[in-house]
């Protein structure tokens, strides 16, 4: 009974390990838009200022990504669901581990 124990608390170790590297895997897509679509690789972060400053401008993003020529959905997506969250992370990040 005690190593069937053992073997369930080693696997329960392992799950909690893989979901902790999970959530800060998860975390680091947030920061900053990527650098390329994730479904057909075309390199988008190079449009991301522009995009803000149209945007920020009073555009809507439609308009926006139309004037930017990104016809595919799966690079539009890549601008509209993009959260930037870098300045607010970059303040708890502990340089000194
Ligand atoms: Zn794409």
Redesign the pocket.
Known sequence: MSILKFILKFILKFILKFIQILKLNLSKFKVIIPIR?F????PVAQDWEKYNEIVNNGKSPKDALDELGYN?A??RR?FLSNVELIDRIAKFKNFKK
């Open positions: 679509c479904t057909c690789g075309k595919r799966c690079c890549m």
